[in-house]
């Protein structure tokens, strides 16, 4: 479907905001903590999209950008050792091939393939059912290819930017800080975590989003605040997705477990 017909089967609407959700610990899912509670009062003031498009940590790919563009996405339970209760969450959102397709037609700069054998992962169902516990919204999911720098992240992040004229929620799911190997159960955070969180809030604060792409710069803070890339890079999607005119606002702030970083954001 070329581009301009792509978006056009998508009637407009008043721009939807986009946000980034720090997801954390699965077990967020189940439990009413100070996370859950947030995520909650969120949805409950957000407007009601006709779609979310939702940018997981947890759908890594390499070599290929895909698109979810199933009729009834699964609800994936990708995490071991976790209480039965947590693996018999569903999150039974239908979703919505149009807007799917729609996505994979509007970015030009890297090809994006229709998939189905995906659903919904962990770093979307866990927030989306505090967000949006009716599951009646359509949701897809975007994968993110690990062999692209962050730069190209951010860059189709801002390819995405249109959705938001056509009630598509985009959300990104991850943690400004995650380093698994170094938590600590009540205990506070460390040096290094406090110090990268403080740095990307400085960024978003002065307006300097594309800066955010360049997180390896920080050296071996950016080392230890993410051993691998696959939770900070949902956060290029939200912000490459902002409007000069949104008004940032943070949730969440905070960290669990001494090395994941709860900061959240809205863009509207």
């Known amino acids: 479907m070329p581009y301009l017909e792509a978006l056009t089967h998508l009637?407009?609407?008043?721009?939807?905001?986009?946000l980034f959700v720090g997801h954390g610990n699965p077990m967020n899912a189940i439990q009413d903590n100070r996370f859950s509670r947030a995520w909650r009062e969120v949805g409950s003031a957000l407007p009601r999209p006709r779609a979310i498009l939702c940018?997981?940590?947890?759908?890594?790919?390499?070599?290929?950008t895909l698109a979810h563009i199933?009729?009834?996405?699964e609800t994936i339970h990708d995490f071991e050792g976790f209480p039965a209760?947590?693996?018999?969450?569903?999150?039974?959102?239908?979703?919505?091939?149009?807007?799917?397709e729609a996505t994979i037609s509007l970015v030009r700069s890297i090809p994006v393939s229709a998939d189905t054998g995906w659903g919904l992962d962990h770093g979307a169902w866990s927030i989306l059912m505090h967000l949006?516990?009716?599951?009646?919204i359509p949701?897809?999911?975007l994968s993110l290819d690990l062999a692209r720098p962050p730069i190209e992240h951010f860059a189709l992040g801002r390819e995405l930017k249109p959705l938001r004229e056509k009630g598509i929620l985009i959300v990104g799911s991850?943690?400004?800080?995650?380093?698994l190997r170094a938590l600590r159960p009540d205990a506070p955070p460390y040096d290094w975590a406090e110090a990268f969180d403080a740095d990307l809030t400085a960024k978003l604060e002065s307006r300097n989003f594309a800066?955010?792409?360049?997180?390896?710069?920080?050296?071996?803070?950016?080392?230890?605040?993410?051993?691998t890339a696959e939770h900070y890079l949902p956060v290029l999607y939200a912000l490459g997705a902002a409007s000069e005119e949104d008004k940032l606002t943070f949730f969440n702030t905070g960290f669990d477990l001494a090395s994941l970083s709860m900061r959240s954001f809205i863009l509207q």
């Open 70 to 73: 199933g009729q009834q996405p």
């Open 139 to 141: 949701t897809f999911q």
């Open 85 to 100: 209760k947590l693996y018999a969450q569903q999150y039974p959102a239908p979703g919505t091939p149009e807007a799917a």
């Open 11 to 18: 009637f407009d609407t008043p721009r939807m905001p986009v």
């Open 174 to 179: 991850g943690n400004i800080v995650h380093n």
């Open 55 to 64: 940018v997981s940590a947890h759908w890594m790919t390499r070599g290929t």
């Open 132 to 136: 949006f516990p009716a599951a009646d």
């Open 211 to 227: 800066a955010a792409a360049r997180y390896e710069a920080l050296g071996n803070v950016a080392r230890l605040a993410h051993p």
